[in-house]
């Protein structure tokens, strides 16, 4: 069962509308998708996919051309083409791709919806939204610059019954001292579910301290950090899986999504230990079914996984169903996700959406306002302690480009560093 090509094509998919500034903005996930096709010698084909950053060629490991799919299964690094011969091969076979990966514990998974950073009144819209689509659980990125009080309130007055946040900080709130109150006022919401990496995961005796304290789950990376700094290495190198674990510092972990035999064998360790996870990664509905078929191979996970697929106003292939917080795991061959390839032709024809310089400005309720030029000098001004996280009232307000020469000298201002008025 030899590799006859790989093939890749690179295009955009638009998000929602109500999301899409604020996706934009964030500049953590793009438009860009890449999308690999792989054909077997006997006809057989198969689909990957994964992000790619704006101009980005998508290029892959053709070096599998010619060589046997079924060896790609354990072997193949590269997730886009291992991806593609586990839906290849399992329509080859006629087999569901969970039955190549391992033996299937449950016939389906719980799944999330997913979002950025959102104003209270976008995420309440976003939680009905989330809800329409059948999930139960949403993990949402909560942010230094808005209240989440303020959030969870909204979220509060619309979420239904059962319905959950967890709310993912990647480490924004610094430190335990700063962390408890906040996270003990999160607590009397119903629909707040879980915390996600509220410190930086360095911070052992922080996690048992917010552990020992907090009436709600909490999730950690396995095996890392969790920190959105880039200007200094290892910040927040966290603590390697087998301290983590038996430090106690988590209920639970989240697992990456890029290799099949990886994900599996931290599985096994986390079922020792008796700890749940979830997976997380992103991409298109191809993404979610992949998703689908390893989780249910996986004993510990228990909780929410996610592809973020839904984030997409049209997908190139077909979207599993979500009912009642639950993905059936797709039964048909191979991923069981059917490809539109009218819809891939659109998508390879899409343009990106226009490079824009933008202000974003932190607006504190005393009037002193912090104008900053891109995501990551105002993520790292909260981390390193130039600014309150979290601030009750605290809001994010973004200016875009209109080519004024006024625009252009506060943003050429901001660019050297942040700007403070008020």
């Known amino acids: 069962m030899r590799i006859q090509s790989i093939e890749t094509f690179t295009g955009h998919l638009n998000f929602i ?13 793009h438009t860009g998708i890449a999308l690999t096709r792989v054909t077997l010698e006997n006809g057989a084909v198969g689909w990957g996919d994964g992000p790619v950053a704006w101009g980005d060629t998508g290029s892959v490991d053709t070096s599998w051309e010619g060589r046997c799919a079924l060896l790609a299964l354990r072997e193949c690094r590269d997730s886009r083409v291992q991806m593609a011969c586990y839906d290849a091969v399992g329509r080859a076979l006629g087999v569901p791709a969970h039955v190549l990966m391992g033996p299937q514990v449950r016939p389906r998974v719980p799944f999330a919806y997913w979002s950025i950073d959102l104003p209270p009144d976008t995420l309440a819209r976003q939680v009905v939204h989330a809800a329409s689509l059948g999930y139960k659980v949403y993990k949402f990125k909560c942010r230094s610059w808005w209240d989440p009080i303020e959030q969870m309130e909204a979220a509060s007055r619309v979420a239904p019954p059962g319905f959950q946040l967890w709310l993912d900080f990647n480490c924004h709130l610094r430190e335990a001292r700063i962390a408890l109150p906040i996270l ?17 995961q360095r911070d052992l005796e922080g996690y048992r301290v917010l552990r020992s304290k907090i009436d709600r789950p909490i999730a950690i990376h396995y095996g890392g950090g969790a920190c959105h700094v880039v200007s200094e290495p290892g910040w927040d190198s966290g603590a390697p899986g087998h301290v983590q674990i038996p430090a106690e510092i988590a209920d639970g972990f989240v697992l990456g999504g890029g290799d099949v035999d990886r994900v599996r064998q931290l599985a096994g360790c986390l079922h020792e230990f008796r700890k749940p996870f979830w997976i997380q990664t992103v991409g298109t509905a191809l993404r979610a079914g992949w998703v689908a078929h390893l989780a249910s191979t996986c004993w510990q996970a228990q909780w929410s996984s996610l592809s973020a697929h839904d984030l997409w106003a049209a997908d190139v292939a077909s979207r599993p169903e979500v009912v009642d917080g639950w993905m059936p795991v797709p039964e048909g061959p191979g991923l069981g996700v059917e490809v539109d390839e009218a819809a891939v032709e659109r998508f390879r024809n899409e343009p990106p959406p226009p490079a824009l310089r933008r202000i974003s400005t932190v607006v504190y309720p005393s009037g002193v306002r912090w104008h900053f030029s891109h995501e990551q000098q105002r993520h790292e001004a909260f981390y390193f302690g130039q600014l309150p996280p979290c601030a009750r009232g605290i809001r994010l307000e973004v200016r875009e480009d209109d080519g004024s020469a006024d625009f252009d000298g506060l943003w050429k201002r901001c660019d050297a560093a942040p700007v403070v008025t008020g």
């Open 184 to 200: 003990k006022e999160l607590s009397r919401f119903d629909c707040v579910g879980g915390i996600e990496s509220p410190i930086p």
């Open 17 to 29: 509308p109500d999301v899409a500034p604020h996706m934009l903005r964030a500049t953590t996930h």
